[in-house]
C-alpha cells in the first residue's frame, strides 16, 4: 500500500486547511487510515483515524472539535479537514494505514503503511 499525502501549506491563525491521504496499490475495503503530527522537537502524536468500513473516528483531545476525518471511497482517499487553526497545529502531518482490523487505531505501532508528510505551518 501506498500513501500519498498532500495539502499542507502556510497559513495563519484562525484559517483552515484540508489535507489529503491518497492510497494506491493492495488496498481494499477494510482498513483503518490515521492522521499523525510531529512538531519540530516533538514526538509524533496522533491525531485522527477512521476505519473505512465502519466509518467510526477517532480524535486527540486536542483538535476534537476543530478537525473532521472523511473519506472518498471511490477515490480511496481520506481527508484531514482542519478549522481554525493555531500556531500549536504546526507540524509535519502525516498518514498511515492499517489493513488489520475495522477500528480506529490511535496507537502509530498500529499501522504498518506510511505516506510522506507533509508540513502544515500555522502564523499567528
Known amino acids: 500500500v501506498q500513501l500519498q499525502a498532500s495539502g499542507g501549506g502556510l497559513v495563519q491563525a484562525g484559517d483552515s486547511l484540508r489535507l489529503s491521504c491518497a492510497a494506491s496499490g493492495r488496498t481494499s475495503s477494510s482498513y483503518t487510515v490515521g492522521w499523525f503530527r510531529q512538531a519540530p522537537g516533538k514526538e509524533r502524536e496522533f491525531v485522527a483515524a477512521?476505519?473505512?468500513?465502519?466509518?467510526?473516528?477517532a480524535y486527540a483531545d486536542s483538535v476534537k472539535g476543530r478537525f473532521a476525518i472523511s473519506r472518498d471511497n471511490a477515490k480511496n482517499t481520506v481527508y484531514l479537514k482542519m478549522n481554525s487553526l493555531k500556531p500549536e497545529d504546526t507540524a509535519v502531518y502525516y498518514c498511515?494505514?492499517?489493513?488489520?482490523?475495522?477500528?480506529?487505531?490511535?496507537?502509530?505501532?498500529?499501522?504498518?503503511?506510511w505516506g510522506q508528510g507533509t508540513l502544515v505551518t500555522v502564523s499567528s
Open positions: 477512521l476505519s473505512v468500513r465502519t466509518i467510526r473516528t
Open positions: 498511515a494505514a492499517s489493513l488489520v482490523g475495522n477500528y480506529p487505531y490511535v496507537d502509530p505501532g498500529r499501522f504498518g503503511y
